[in-house]
């Protein structure tokens, strides 16, 4: 029940109406019996200066961040954690009495994901379609697990060679254009980290599947819908894939962890967010 002691959480972004999150976070504070609410909040860019302050006035104890705003969030954060720092961009935000503390969890939440899906990184050659905030995260955090290389295709080959570049001191990164199709046929891993094939746009895809390798895992960020153009056509070649859905509840789990200081029921988490997006089962 909601009362004065209610705890708030919520999303900010631009914009949120589409999102699962608040569907994924109350549906724990219940199973917990927790007495916290999670709400989305549609923040216009001029206003996002006065949602954060007002988040500090009135004492919300956590919120996460999207699109547009990971990048922005950071100037408006007290302190930002090192994978943050790191990445520069921030998702999860924990308010201690005052003080905002950034985070980024997606790194996290995709590595779970590959990981999950028993997807060995050591010594293997992963690409990463896209060079944004998520690709970003996905890379500095997948650079960790010793791969022997990652290619960084994007449509903006300035966008490539500056994230190639930033990783260059952990691990060997190479920026690619799309026509550079090695980045294809060599990867043992495949990761989708662009909006495209998105809703509304399901019926686009990233690149084209036929150019990888029989034993090459092909997984995407997007979660809506589950089963992507791109997911799709990798099954129908026998690809092993892997949907959005687990990256999005790792990344939210490690936020719950923050804020919480306990981990949440994945399984209920994973449960709640397919039944959201229409689907039964796990890919
Ligand atoms: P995010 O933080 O979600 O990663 P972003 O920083 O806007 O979002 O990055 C989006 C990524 O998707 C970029 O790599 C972008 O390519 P550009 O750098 O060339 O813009 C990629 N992207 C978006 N739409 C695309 C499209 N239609 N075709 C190819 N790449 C696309």
């Given at each position: 029940m909601i009362d004065a002691k209610t705890k708030v959480y919520c999303l900010i972004g631009d914009?949120?109406?589409?999102?699962?999150s608040p569907l994924i976070f109350n549906n724990v504070f219940k199973y917990l019996g927790l007495n916290s609410i999670y709400l989305a909040f549609h923040v216009k860019p001029e206003n996002l200066e006065s949602a954060i302050n007002g988040f500090k006035a009135i004492g919300v104890k956590g919120f996460n961040v999207t699109i547009p705003y990971k990048v922005q969030i950071t100037r408006m954060i007290d302190y930002l954690d090192a994978q943050a720092q790191l990445i520069n961009a921030v998702n999860v935000v924990s308010n201690c009495n005052g003080v905002l503390r950034g985070y980024n969890t997606d790194g996290y939440g995709a590595l779970k994901a590959l990981k999950r899906f028993n997807?060995?990184?050591?010594g293997k050659t992963v690409t990463l379609v896209g060079a944004g905030g998520a690709s970003r995260a996905i890379a500095f955090t997948i650079a960790h697990?010793?791969?022997e290389k990652i290619y960084i295709v994007n449509r903006t080959l300035a966008r490539a060679e500056e994230l190639a570049h930033s990783l260059k001191s952990r691990v060997n990164a190479k920026p690619c254009s799309f026509n550079e199709l090695y980045a294809f046929k060599e990867a043992d891993i495949i990761i989708?980290?662009?909006?495209?094939?998105m809703y509304p746009n399901?019926?686009?895809?990233?690149?084209?599947?036929?150019?990888?390798?029989?034993?090459c895992i092909v997984m995407d960020i997007?979660?809506?819908?589950?089963?992507t153009k791109l997911l799709r056509e990798a099954k129908a070649l026998g690809l092993k894939t892997i949907d959005g859905v687990s990256m999005l509840i790792y990344q939210a789990a490690l936020a719950f962890r923050i804020w919480m200081n306990q981990d949440p029921p994945i399984d209920l988490m994973m449960a709640t967010a397919y039944r959201a997006l229409g689907v039964s089962s796990v890919s």
């Open positions: 914009p949120v109406e589409h999102s699962i997807a060995v990184i050591n697990e010793n791969p989708n980290c662009t909006s495209v094939g399901v019926n686009e895809s990233p690149f084209d599947c036929s150019l990888l390798k029989d034993e997007v979660y809506n819908p589950v089963e």
